[in-house]
């Protein structure tokens, strides 16, 4: 089914009726320039520098006020109205829409809004939201994603309803049935070092369950090393692994039981070898449905394939002990991911 309304991107080069691609949560269409406005935010609409990704910011002052810019290209023949919702959320690998906030954010001067209504005349026409948003966000040390939710039906004066999920799969058909829903959840990390170290905590399941918990390596040199580990309920649940990145886009993912409200976090280290980290190059934590059957995969081939990444699935961490001579040479398979954190490597230099 086509995709009709205002569409926010997940990542640059996605398109209304799906893409390929290791980005989930970068949204190019959530601009967050800091204290300072956009100088030309005319930008914002601009066709050329909406296919590439620009303007692209996520300058966070905590206590402070900050412009949040957000974007939609209209995917729909003719006229279009939407109301574009916007909300944060502590950074989590992740962002069940329970924990959502909008406390903080206004518009036009009105600390009781947090939408915008944005209007569209043609086909492909980009609309953004100027004047801004001002979000201030609340705490000091302290990263936040953000979420737009594009409300493009009849019933747009009331707020999307944020209901509890409660497992990593319910979360997954979330995803799968709100695509007009675009979140931005990107740190920017150091890639000059020899060892790059980061860490993502993982908010689990209100109701617990099964969870498929990773690192998506993109575009890294396979003469260096992946190292992730993540505390567990117990021994079983426990995640430590080490090993050789075994092609550039290696993902490997390990099978976790969790109770019920149980909160973590997932630490890597990607040590390099004698090959430079290119331009691109990303490490990203996720976390994956635990469905992993063949008609699961391929019904999301046909309604998401960019929701999809081939991962190394290790089952859970005690077979992967037992299982360690013959790790490699397990075939790798596809994977839905349902939550993931963009840490975009820069140099600051």
């Known amino acids: 089914m086509s995709y009709t309304g205002i569409f926010i991107r997940d990542v640059v080069g996605q398109v209304p009726d799906g893409s390929t691609g290791t980005s989930w949560t970068d949204s190019p269409d959530i601009i967050c320039s800091g204290t300072q406005p956009l100088p030309n935010p005319s930008l914002l609409t601009d066709p050329n520098q909406y296919n590439q990704g620009l303007p692209s910011a996520n300058t966070q002052n905590p206590l402070m006020q900050n412009f949040v810019y957000v974007r939609g290209l209209n995917a729909t023949d003719g006229p279009q109205t939407s109301t574009l919702y916007m909300y944060y959320v502590d950074t989590s690998i992740v962002l069940w829409p329970q924990n959502w906030k909008t406390q903080g954010i206004m518009y036009n001067n009105n600390p009781d809004q947090f939408w915008v209504q944005v209007n569209a005349t043609t086909k492909n026409q980009i609309v953004g939201s100027n004047p801004p948003f001002i979000w201030t966000p609340p705490r000091t040390s302290n990263h936040y994603c953000l979420v737009v939710w594009a409300s493009n039906g009849s019933d747009q004066s009331t707020p999307p309803d944020l209901y509890d999920i409660g497992t990593v799969n319910d979360m997954g058909n979330f995803i799968l049935t709100h695509p007009n829903v675009g979140w931005r959840n990107t740190i920017e990390v150091d890639r000059t070092l020899p060892t790059i170290e980061n860490n993502s905590p993982i908010i689990g399941p209100s109701a617990g369950g099964w969870m498929n918990i990773g690192v998506q390596c993109s575009n890294?040199?396979?003469?260096?090393?992946?190292?992730?580990?993540?505390?567990?309920?117990?021994?079983?649940?426990?995640?430590?692994?080490?090993?050789?990145?075994l092609y550039p886009n290696y993902a490997p993912t390990l099978r976790v039981y969790y109770p019920p409200n149980f909160n973590t976090t997932l630490t890597y280290r990607y040590t390099k070898g004698n090959t430079s980290v290119p331009d691109g190059s990303n490490i990203i934590p996720i976390v994956g449905s635990p469905n992993t059957s063949f008609d699961y995969i391929s019904y999301i081939e046909r309604i998401a394939p960019h929701r999809l990444t081939t991962m190394h699935y290790f089952g859970t961490p005690s077979e992967l002990h037992a299982n360690l001579k013959h790790a490699k040479s397990i075939p790798p398979?596809?994977?839905?991911?349902?939550g993931s954190v963009m840490n975009k490597l820069v140099d600051p230099h």
Do not use: A, M
């Open 333 to 338: 398979q596809r994977l839905l991911v349902v």
């Open 220 to 245: 890294l040199p396979t003469d260096g090393t992946i190292e992730f580990s993540v505390p567990g309920p117990d021994t079983d649940n426990t995640i430590n692994f080490s090993g050789p990145i």
